[in-house]
């Protein structure tokens, strides 16, 4: 399955400016495995068994957690569940001590999900299983921008040249940042628009990486469009006028997705404030990959834990 030799056996995922053009390329070639035991009748392959995982989430997460839990149940992974309202953590045990406890008990994987950027590190450095960002504060998610380049190559073919428009809360999103760092590093040239409080602007010193004022600029002649959440759990007050302005101003409708090739693919990390950055209409339309995008996350997790607890070989996945 490796290409080159390249692995990922032992390795954390802590993030996509770590891996190279190869790591991207192995994982998904990878994740088209995977899929095809998703749509199979019988999911359940041995190819982790005996291996164990936790997932740690310190934030809400619906699809994040529950696809890495069928992903490490769909391999045959023993998985246990932790959030911070039903552990310890409410009585004020300390991530550090909490990670200690989890090693403890004789995990090979921590998917762990943090409100602060760099605790995934902090993870890393501090216990010896594999440590899986499932998201850290505004820093990065690593396996959200494997499954939308997942996502785009199932539907383009190819990802080098594409012209990607990345729209919305550029400042706090780590989809934004992991998706830039992966497409880069796969070629794709990515255009980015929203308010300008919302826009970092040492973005703009980036090499292939285009900031707009203006969407419309941003989405002409795109072959995707990735629509961000407007994420107001981590906004201060005075960021945009009002939800209505930015709608207005600055959501994806039909008169600016007209703008895009006429095949453009339209991605969306969820979940979706509709009417809000995405309109109803674009997202339950014929460009529309969103809900794919769910299944197709169950998949690049499932290529992750295999191939970061497995190396990728002697692999049982046709049980």
Same mark, same amino acid.
């Given at each position: 399955?490796?290409?080159?030799?390249?692995?990922?056996?032992?390795?954390?995922?802590?993030?996509?400016?770590?891996?190279?053009?190869?790591?991207?390329?192995?994982?998904l070639?990878?994740?088209?495995?995977?899929k095809?035991?998703?749509n199979?009748d019988i999911?359940?392959?041995?190819?982790?068994?005996?291996?164990?995982? !936790?997932n740690?989430?310190?934030?809400?997460?619906?699809?994040?957690?529950?696809?890495f839990?069928?992903?490490?149940?769909?391999?045959?992974?023993?998985?246990?569940n932790?959030?911070?309202?039903?552990?310890?953590?409410v009585?004020?045990?300390?991530?550090?001590?909490?990670?200690?406890?989890?090693?403890?008990?004789?995990?090979?994987?921590?998917?762990?999900?943090?409100?602060?950027?760099?605790?995934?590190?902090?993870?890393?450095?501090? !216990?010896?299983?594999?440590?899986?960002?499932?998201?850290d504060?505004?820093?990065?998610?690593?396996?959200?921008g494997?499954?939308?380049?997942?996502?785009?190559?199932?539907?383009?073919?190819?990802?080098?040249?594409?012209?990607?428009?990345i729209?919305g809360?550029?400042?706090?999103?780590r989809?934004?940042?992991?998706?830039?760092?992966?497409?880069?590093?796969?070629?794709?040239?990515?255009?980015?628009?929203?308010p300008?409080t919302l826009?970092?602007?040492f973005?703009?010193?980036e090499?292939?990486?285009?900031?707009?004022?203006r969407?419309?600029?941003?989405?002409e002649?795109a072959? !995707?469009?990735?629509?961000?959440r407007?994420?107001l759990?981590?906004?201060?007050?005075?960021?945009?006028?009002?939800p209505?302005?930015?709608?207005?101003?600055f959501?994806?409708?039909?008169?600016?997705?007209?703008?895009a090739?006429?095949?453009?693919?339209?991605?969306?990390?969820?979940?979706?404030?509709?009417?809000?950055?995405?309109?109803?209409?674009?997202?339950?339309?014929?460009?529309?990959?969103?809900?794919?995008?769910?299944?197709?996350? !169950?998949?690049?997790?499932?290529?992750?834990?295999?191939?970061v607890?497995?190396?990728?070989?002697?692999?049982?996945?046709?049980?």
């Open positions: 399955m490796s290409k080159n030799n390249v692995s990922l056996s032992g390795k954390s995922i802590l993030g996509l400016e770590y891996f190279n053009a190869d790591e991207i390329q192995l994982v070639e990878t994740a088209k495995e995977m095809n035991i998703i199979r999911k359940k392959v041995p190819t982790l068994r005996g291996k164990s995982i !936790v740690l989430f310190y934030e809400p997460s619906t699809r994040t957690r529950s696809s839990e069928l992903a490490g149940k769909y391999l045959g992974a023993d998985v246990i932790i959030t911070a309202g039903t552990s310890s953590i009585k004020g045990e300390s991530l550090r001590d909490t990670l200690l406890t989890v090693e403890a008990m004789g995990v090979d994987a921590i998917v762990m999900r943090h409100k602060s950027e760099g605790a995934a590190e902090y993870a890393h450095q501090v !216990v010896k299983p594999a440590i899986i960002n499932a998201g504060g505004a820093h990065a998610h690593p396996s959200q494997l499954l939308d380049l997942f996502t785009i190559a199932q539907h383009k073919k190819t990802l080098k040249g594409l012209k990607v428009a729209l809360d550029i400042l706090h999103s989809v934004a940042r992991s998706d830039i760092w992966g497409m880069r590093k796969m070629g794709m040239e990515v255009h980015l628009a929203g300008q826009l970092p602007r973005l703009t010193a090499e292939g990486v285009f900031v707009h004022e969407i419309e600029d941003a989405v002649a072959d !995707v469009i990735n629509v961000l407007i994420q759990e981590r906004q201060k007050s005075g960021l945009f006028p009002s209505r302005e930015y709608a207005r101003i959501g994806l409708n039909r008169e600016r997705l007209s703008r090739k006429e095949d453009v693919l339209v991605l969306h990390p969820g979940p979706m404030n509709k009417g809000l950055e995405i309109s109803p209409d674009i997202a339950y339309s014929d460009h529309s990959a969103i809900q794919e995008q769910v299944q197709n996350g !169950v998949a690049v997790r499932m290529a992750l834990l295999t191939l607890l497995m190396g990728g070989k002697n692999l049982e996945i046709n049980a």
